[in-house]
């Protein structure tokens, strides 16, 4: 027997309040599982789910900082997380990479500083659809693992791997999570 385990993981991304959050955590609440159960709720919910959580699932950030602390207004540190029992962080999220801008490089030092601070993450990684279309799938996501495997093998922790496969012109996306 292989001793990797499943990951299941649900992203709020920006919705919920704490009525409709209260309905999901009542069903988590019903979960018998041997795998790894993570959900993660916009940043203001974080304790909030977390308090609320009565099984063994567990609450991811959605997104931290490369640093511990200082003036960066809106982010929130792997410290914060640490210090509200939240173990797991996702970093790299297309979004994140799409709307904000943020570079591999940056996600790079994001990783590094999260699992120096003792975080699970859930990196992202993948292609969007039009660098599917054009046959560059492999070099996007080269591109974007060199910069968070050395981390990992620093540590000497398994990788998630996240492919995200975008259907139906990104308004859906399909997310393809492997332990290695």
């Known amino acids: 027997m292989s001793d990797r385990r499943f990951f299941v993981g649900g992203n709020f991304k920006m919705n919920g309040d704490k009525a409709s959050l209260d309905v999901i955590i009542n069903n988590l609440n019903t979960v018998d599982s041997p795998n790894d159960v993570v959900v993660a709720p916009p940043s203001p919910y974080l304790s909030y789910v977390a308090s609320k959580l009565t099984s ?3 609450v991811s ?9 200082g003036a960066y207004t809106g982010e929130i540190s792997p410290a914060m997380l640490c210090d509200l029992g939240i ?4 970093l790299g999220h297309s979004e994140r990479r799409h709307v904000f801008n943020e570079k591999d490089e940056l996600i790079g030092q994001k990783v590094k500083h999260a699992l120096q601070s003792g975080l699970n993450i859930i990196p992202c990684i993948g292609e969007k659809l039009d660098e599917r279309e054009a046959g560059v799938t492999e070099q996007i996501v080269f591109e974007q ?3 968070i495997k050395g981390y990992y093998l620093q540590l000497q922790l398994p990788v998630l791997y996240a492919i995200v496969m975008y259907l139906m012109h ?4 399909l997310v393809l999570m492997c332990m290695f």
């Open 145 to 147: 693992m060199k910069h």
């Open 56 to 58: 063994n699932v567990k």
């Open 61 to 69: 950030a959605q997104n931290c900082y490369k640093v511990a602390k």
């Open 170 to 173: 990104s308004t859906t996306n």
């Open 87 to 90: 173990s797991w962080v996702i």
